[in-house]
């Protein structure tokens, strides 16, 4: 995954931002007489604009209301995938030289494997891993259900030095970038922390 859509972001909305600030400034330095005593005391909506909407036929609020709709629904999707978690990598690409073929790792194997081994710990009920990015530095965002009883920091640093450890050098890549989320739950019965 790359960091295309988030700049993109930042350009639209720093562009945004610039031409309604910019708006504003108008309106208020008109306001205050910057530009003539007589433009501060003029509507800034002039006869010809108001008359236009004076003037218009009934078809045109409806055409208005379906223009509306349809920026509407890219404004939604846009929304949505600002609120929606990063969507996962389906396959990994391991590619050195591409001269010499493709190698591609399906990241649900990845995965399962990585949960598994994070799931061996005793005090880990259970984790549920996601890789999120390719390329140079893997990332993986691993969800997990610990045992209230345990020491969170005795986990975590067994996830980041030993599990990812073992994880990046089967990828041969120099690290992994993990988040964590910890969430707390009863300790199962008949099961021992270390």
Do not use: C
């Not at 007589?38 to 010809?48: C, F, R, S, V």
């Amino acid at each position: 995954m790359s960091s295309t859509p988030d700049a993109l972001n930042r350009t639209v909305f720093t562009l945004l931002g610039i031409l309604l600030i910019a708006a504003g400034a108008y309106g208020v330095a008109r306001g205050y007489g910057a530009f003539g005593s007589t433009q501060a005391e003029e509507p800034l909506l002039t006869g010809g604009i108001t008359g236009f909407f004076g003037r218009i036929d009934d078809w045109f609020w409806p055409v208005v209301a379906l223009v509306a709709l349809i920026l509407a629904y890219p404004a939604y999707r846009w929304l949505k995938a600002q609120l929606t978690p990063t969507s996962s990598v389906s396959d990994l690409d391991l590619t050195r030289d591409p001269a010499e073929g493709r190698t591609t790792l399906r990241a649900s194997g990845l995965t399962s494997a990585l949960s598994d081994d994070i799931e061996r710990d005793p005090a880990v009920h259970s984790a549920h891993v996601r890789m999120l990015e390719d390329g140079g530095r893997p990332e993986v965002d691993v969800d997990l259900d610990v045992s209230e009883d345990a020491t969170l920091g005795e986990v975590r640093r067994r996830i980041e030095t030993e599990v990812l450890g073992r994880f990046s050098s089967a990828l041969e890549s120099d690290s992994v970038k993990g988040h964590l989320r910890i969430g707390l739950v009863p300790r199962p019965q008949g099961r021992t922390l270390q």
